[in-house]
């Protein structure tokens, strides 16, 4: 059973921030928070991941609450490209192992 | 640069037919995984490989399914004797120790 729960769908406007919440309260000291994405008919999308710190790449904002038991993905101006399914997932980094998958968050931009 | 590509990209087999379904790692990745993927589900595991080793078989739903990777590169899942619960969405990632996994865009295979 995968390890996180997160909402099923999400709307957004075209060019605000959209905000992605992650619940992982069973999450252990050494695991790691990843986020990928799934456009339509596409393999899944690496976008960010961490551990207890906050993160920013050019794709997106990661934001870990102290407990760590839960965690939020930022997009700061959400584009029409970015309308996919959203998965959270915690897994230790230096496992070779497979990704435990939940249904994800379906993100709608509107424009 | 080269990502992970699978072939073909959609297959459609009648039912007791065996396909095979192949994946291009990106070059030099030591790891690949073999997931599968429902209709409006996440994915899952099916198998993991590292280089030309498969350490993890426990995903494969059935002995029909068969993966294979002899040189440590190109990989092949096979199915035989297909039934219309294993139309999906069979996903081939690679990767390395450590970092994130690196997604083809699937094979989506229907059996009728």
């Known amino acids: 059973d995968a390890k996180t729960t997160q909402p099923t769908s999400m709307d957004c406007a075209e060019g605000r921030a959209a905000n992605l919440p992650c619940n992982h309260s069973?999450?252990?000291?050494?695991?790691?928070v990843y986020w990928y994405r799934q456009i339509h008919s596409q393999g899944p999308q690496y976008i960010i991941h961490?551990?207890?710190?906050?993160e920013t790449n050019e794709m997106a904002s990661l934001i870990i609450t102290e407990d760590r038991k839960s965690s939020t993905l930022i997009l700061p101006h959400a584009t029409l490209r970015d309308t996919a399914v959203y998965y959270c997932?915690?897994?230790?980094?230096?496992?070779?192992?497979?990704?435990?998958w939940g249904a994800g968050t379906k993100l709608i931009i509107k424009p | 640069g080269a990502g992970v590509s699978q072939s073909p990209r959609y297959k459609v087999a009648k039912r007791g037919q065996d396909v095979a379904l192949r994946c291009d790692p990106i070059?030099?990745?030591?790891?690949l995984f073999w997931y599968q993927q429902a209709l409006g589900q996440g994915p899952e595991f099916l198998t993991y490989f590292q280089n030309e080793a498969q350490l993890d078989k426990s995903g494969l739903p059935s002995d029909r399914f068969f993966a294979e990777r002899p040189e440590g590169s190109v990989s092949t899942l096979k199915i035989q004797r297909t039934q219309q619960e294993d139309s999906a969405v069979y996903l081939c990632?690679?990767?390395?120790?450590?970092?994130?996994?690196?997604f083809g865009p699937g094979t989506r295979l229907t059996v009728t």
């Open positions: 997932i915690v897994r230790l980094l230096d496992s070779n192992y497979q990704l435990i």
């Open positions: 069973t999450i252990s000291g050494n695991e790691y």
């Open positions: 990632a690679s990767g390395q120790q450590g970092y994130e996994q690196y």
């Open positions: 070059s030099g990745h030591v790891s």
């Open positions: 961490g551990l207890k710190n906050n």
